[in-house]
């Protein structure tokens, strides 16, 4: 997949000086690592913070590469600066990120006393690298174990994040678990008493353990006894709130009743069961492999979102939980677009995108399609992001295929902003800021007459954001920081923009998605357009000059009467007509509306025949931007509410 990958058996491999697809030089892995213990070593912290974040690139390239970066991040992470810790800690979650990270004994000693760390940001890096990390034996994972449970009896306040590792190590360390648990079950029995109390950190960390312990839902069999999972139940309000991106504490709460009533197997036949599903063709494992050999995915969260607890949310129509999992997994491959690796980023969102298209939903569509959209525009804007700024490359390039690249990310946005209701501030907030990103590129991609209009739009929007912000409930972004201040600038100096574009350009290196929890209370907007009779063999009939009616079967999904929807008919390259259509006058609810409208085309050409464009659009009421003037039409941007349909027409 990489240069690098090719070159690892050679005894001096080259590796690319930044990953695109041309390579602008080369230089040799040796040189390169006395390149940065010199940096490493600087005695100012900002070059050795440096040196640590140059390592990212290369790091990520080589799995030999990325042996010899691991040692060395290792001394840096006891750098009396917190900063340079932080950043050694990043850059080894990347390389965990692609599968490369390779610790030895050794090296988990020091890695782990990092979890000791008195500042709680290097403590939170650490336990991410601990969930991306494949141990080889079963004393690491125990030391991994005993590790995290020091870090919860030292620092209380970090449990759920805490219980949230143990949870993924688990998952990712099946076997060596099931062990550990099977060794060490008495310790998580009640007392003699009879009473359950897990006040004892080393215990309540054992049974977050054994709730990640494997499942099969099919054969109804357990690897650990299933009274763990009864057991579990009573720190289900500790347990819930560290698994919050994986699962609601309703749902937790029915998947440890259902599977405290499973058969306990040993661990060699459970295994070995599960192997003979997987010959058979079992669906559940079979994706698995499937997936596993795209290390981002599988490294990121897929052992999460395949395991049972998926599974059984799937089953009991619970496709909230499986959306946010998703979305958590969108987010967290984000910093890879900086690194060169849109490749990696772009196959990884398709795959969110096609484990999205398998969870069908009535009740649940606009979390879905909310999803699918977000997914959809998150690839786009990465796509432009790799070719306009984290390549280095300027604009002007490749212009026709970036004009489609951002017309087509600016009406997925609008879609979103205009045809989903039940949207939180929050949700709203990271929206805007998607189209602040794409105005950012079209402006810096466009010719002189165009950029007032954009950098006009863009003040619009920073406005709206502001207003989010000032109500409170809303913390502004670095990016959003970045494009106020680039604003302030070329207000200030009153000259043209595209003399100097990186002033907006740059802000766009501080875009990062934010977290997004679907709520489940989402509703698209929606409409279907149908003719009855019409087409091109039986075309409808018309006079020449003379208006024609066209009689629509149309039916409305969640559009209140508030919503000002028009009727656009397109005839070829002339300006669309558009007639209104009044919902104060059409009976129906807000969730469904269905009836017959008659609606007249007046611009009839002089010609035997002609076909119609026709679909159903709704007004952005919000929007400061006059689009369409004349033929009282609407007067803002519009988004389309379903596809073009053709009408055809004679006059013979």
């Known amino acids: 997949m990489f240069n690098g990958e090719r070159h690892e058996c050679q005894e001096e491999m080259i590796f690319p000086g930044q990953y695109s697809k041309k390579y602008l030089f080369r230089i040799p892995a040796k040189s390169a690592i006395l390149a940065f213990i010199h940096g490493l070593e600087d005695e100012l912290y900002e070059v050795r913070e440096s040196a640590c974040r140059a390592l990212q690139t290369l790091a990520i390239l080589?799995?030999?590469?990325?042996?010899?970066?691991?040692?060395?991040?290792?001394?840096?992470?006891?750098?009396?600066?917190?900063?340079?810790?932080?950043?050694?800690?990043?850059?080894?979650?990347?390389?965990?990120?692609?599968?490369?990270?390779?610790?030895?004994?050794?090296?988990?000693?020091?890695?782990?006393?990092?979890?000791?760390?008195?500042?709680?940001?290097?403590?939170?890096?650490?336990?991410?690298?601990?969930?991306?990390?494949?141990?080889?034996?079963?004393?690491?994972?125990?030391?991994?174990?005993?590790?995290?449970?020091?870090?919860?009896?030292?620092?209380?306040q970090d449990?759920?994040?805490?219980?949230?590792?143990?949870?993924?190590?688990?998952?990712?360390?099946?076997?060596?678990?099931?062990?550990?648990?099977?060794?060490?079950?008495q310790m998580i029995e009640p007392s003699s008493g009879g009473k359950l109390g897990y006040d004892n950190a080393r215990e309540a960390s054992y049974l977050v353990l054994a709730t990640s312990a494997p499942v099969s839902m099919k054969q109804q069999t357990c690897s650990v006894p299933p009274r763990m999972f009864s057991y579990a139940v009573t720190l289900l309000g500790r347990v819930s709130r560290s698994l919050a991106d994986i699962i609601d504490q309703r749902t937790l709460l029915g998947y440890l009743s259902y599977c405290s009533t499973f058969t306990f197997v040993s661990a060699s036949e459970f295994f070995k069961m599960e192997e003979h599903h997987l010959e058979e063709g079992d669906v559940q494992l079979s994706q698995r492999c499937e997936f596993s050999k795209y290390h981002i995915w599988w490294k990121l969260q897929l052992k999460e979102a395949e395991s049972s607890l998926l599974h059984f949310?799937?089953?009991?129509?619970?496709?909230?939980?499986?959306?946010?999992?998703?979305?958590?997994?969108v987010r967290d491959i984000w910093p890879s677009l900086k690194l060169g690796l849109i490749d990696e980023v772009t196959r990884t969102l398709r795959l969110q995108f096609f484990k999205l298209g398998t969870i069908s939903s009535h009740n649940h569509r606009g979390e879905l399609v909310f999803a699918l959209q977000y997914i959809d525009a998150l690839e786009q804007l990465g796509c432009l992001l790799s070719s306009l700024v984290f390549c280095k490359e300027f604009y002007?390039?490749?212009?026709?295929?970036?004009?489609?690249?951002?017309?087509?990310?600016?009406?997925?946005?609008?879609?979103?902003?205009?045809?989903?209701?039940?949207?939180?501030?929050?949700?709203?907030?990271?929206?805007?800021?998607?189209?602040?990103?794409?105005?950012?590129?079209?402006?810096c991609n466009m010719g002189t007459c165009a950029n007032k209009t954009t950098l006009k739009k863009i003040h619009s929007v920073m406005s709206c954001i502001e207003h989010i912000c000032e109500e409170g409930s809303t913390e502004s972004s670095n990016f959003v920081v970045e494009v106020q201040k680039s604003l302030r600038e070329i207000d200030a100096t009153s000259c043209p923009f595209l003399d100097n574009p990186y002033l907006l350009m740059k802000s766009l290196e501080h875009f990062t998605p934010r977290k997004v929890v679907s709520s489940g209370n989402l509703k698209y907007m929606e409409a279907e357009l149908h003719f009855q009779g019409n087409e091109f063999q039986n075309p409808l009939p018309f006079v020449?000059?003379?208006?024609?009616?066209?009689?629509?079967?149309?039916?409305?999904?969640?559009?209140?009467?508030?919503?000002?929807?028009?009727?656009?008919?397109?005839?070829?390259?002339?300006?669309?007509?558009?007639?209104?259509?009044?919902?104060?006058?059409?009976?129906?609810?807000?969730?469904?509306?269905?009836?017959?409208?008659?609606?007249?085309?007046?611009?009839?050409?002089?010609?035997?025949?002609?076909?119609?464009?026709?679909?159903?659009?709704?007004e952005c009421i919000s929007e400061g931007d006059q689009l369409f003037r004349g033929c009282g039409g609407p007067k803002h941007e519009v988004v389309h509410l379903c596809e073009e349909k053709e009408v055809y027409l004679s006059s013979k």
């Not at 691991?70 to 917190?82: E, G, P």
């Not at 141990?135 to 449970?149: A, H, Q």
């Not at 993924?168 to 062990?179: A, D, E, P, S, T």
Request: aromatic residues 8%; hydrophobic residues 45%; negative net charge.
């Open 313 to 329: 949310q799937v089953e009991h129509k619970r496709e909230i939980n499986c959306v946010n999992i998703i979305l958590q997994v």
């Open 159 to 185: 449990e759920a994040e805490v219980f949230s590792a143990l949870f993924m190590i688990g998952q990712n360390h099946r076997k060596f678990l099931v062990r550990l648990i099977n060794e060490d079950s």
């Open 396 to 443: 002007f390039h490749e212009w026709g295929k970036l004009e489609f690249s951002l017309k087509k990310l600016d009406r997925c946005l609008r879609d979103m902003r205009y045809r989903l209701i039940g949207l939180d501030k929050e949700d709203n907030f990271h929206i805007l800021e998607l189209i602040i990103a794409n105005r950012i590129l079209t402006l």
């Open 544 to 618: 020449s000059g003379l208006p024609v009616g066209l009689s629509l079967d149309i039916t409305l999904h969640n559009i209140s009467s508030e919503n000002r929807l028009w009727i656009k008919m397109s005839l070829e390259e002339k300006l669309p007509q558009f007639v209104f259509l009044d919902l104060h006058e059409i009976k129906g609810h807000d969730e469904l509306r269905k009836f017959t409208f008659v609606a007249p085309f007046y611009q009839t050409p002089k010609a035997n025949c002609f076909s119609l464009k026709i679909c159903i659009v709704l």
């Open 62 to 156: 080589s799995s030999s590469f990325s042996n010899e970066v691991v040692n060395l991040l290792m001394d840096v992470l006891n750098d009396d600066s917190m900063a340079v810790r932080l950043q050694a800690l990043d850059t080894l979650h990347h390389v965990a990120m692609f599968g490369h990270l390779k610790l030895q004994e050794e090296h988990l000693h020091m890695f782990l006393g990092i979890l000791l760390d008195s500042h709680s940001s290097v403590r939170c890096t650490a336990r991410k690298i601990l969930k991306l990390t494949e141990l080889p034996s079963l004393v690491m994972f125990k030391m991994c174990v005993n590790g995290l449970i020091r870090d919860l009896e030292l620092y209380p």
